[in-house]
């Protein structure tokens, strides 16, 4: 059977996903309140939407890839409208537990299967095709789309029932906030050791310290870009969430909560909107020190 996808939010990381289902050959239309987003989406075979309704009256499976748990609500809600009894709604953004279990109800009401599709790596790996999919849903709902899935990323994990797959990413974007801060610490001690930070960074990736991190972000941060296309209101987001299951579960987050704490200083600082590992320049902003180092590139590729 030939499934229609649509895709709703042609952002920094949706509007790779999208191109990607496209490149290998699924029917695909596309969403987005900025349209001159889905021009490239449109010149590659893909069709547009002119609303999420739209969308949704004749897609197979409804992807949305949005910023906040309430803008997801709010497209959720149009999508409903048109969408058809029997089709998937495959959420990528990034939920509370209890908000995909909430959502999904709402859903199920009017016969639409929910699937959640986390992602993580960065993205950089999303326009590679390569980011790691965290599917969490029914196994036949996976089965049925894992070639779509397989055609936006090349690491991929049933985590079990809805629900699961929104603990695991936070869990994932928790360690790579605390990996980014220490990352900045390290970097910023060897600056203040008198080491070339270039040959600094290089032995770092290869010893028992290194992480994904480090040897991503910690480039940006050489370069002086900063440039992740993630934000420190997203990080917040992510940190928060981490707090709560923190709290429900009865597990001490300390380092998360220190970074929470980098988190907030650094949006005081430099605004919502900048780069979430600009959190680096706060170490730097108060020793007087940068870390520049040539030959980092200021985005990843």
Not at 31 to 47: I, W
Not at 134 to 160: E, S, T, V, Y
Not at 184 to 193: D, P, Q, V
Not at 240 to 246: K, L, N, S, V
Request: hydrophobic share 45%; glycine share 12%.
């Amino acid at each position: 059977m030939i499934m229609r996808y649509g895709f709703i939010g042609l952002g920094n990381l949706g509007g790779h996903l999208a191109a990607s289902l496209l490149k290998a050959g699924f029917e695909v239309t596309v969403n987005d309140l900025d349209p001159s987003l889905g021009k490239r989406h449109v010149d590659m075979g893909g069709a547009w939407a002119a609303t999420p309704a739209d969308l949704a009256r004749d897609c197979d499976a409804i992807v949305t890839c949005l910023p906040s748990p309430a803008v997801s609500e709010k497209v959720l809600g149009e999508v409903l409208t048109t969408a058809k009894s029997g089709a998937t709604w495959i959420e990528m953004s990034t939920l509370g537990r209890d908000e995909i279990l909430r959502l999904g109800k709402v859903a199920a009401e009017k016969g639409v299967r929910t699937m959640e599709l986390p992602v993580t790596g960065g993205v950089h790996l999303a326009a590679q095709g390569q980011i790691t999919m965290l599917a969490g849903g029914d196994k036949d709902l996976f089965d049925l789309h894992l070639p779509a899935l397989q055609a936006m990323g090349n690491q991929i994990f049933h985590m079990g029932p809805l629900g699961n797959s929104s603990i695991i990413k936070v869990i994932t974007n928790m360690l790579a906030f605390i990996h980014l801060k220490a990352c900045g610490e390290a970097l910023m001690l060897a600056k203040r050791g008198g080491l070339d930070l270039g040959q600094a960074w290089a032995a770092i990736k290869a010893s028992s310290g290194n992480s994904f991190v480090h040897e991503t972000e910690g480039a940006l941060i050489l370069n002086g870009s900063y440039d992740v296309a993630f934000n420190i209101d997203l990080a917040l987001k992510d940190l928060g969430f981490a707090m709560e299951f923190g709290r429900e579960f009865g597990v001490p987050l300390e380092l998360a909560s220190m970074t929470e704490q980098t988190y907030v200083e650094a949006k005081a600082a430099y605004g919502g909107d900048a780069e979430s590992p600009m959190i680096a320049k706060l170490l730097e902003d108060r020793l007087g020190t940068d870390l520049r180092a040539p030959g980092f590139p200021a985005k990843l590729e």
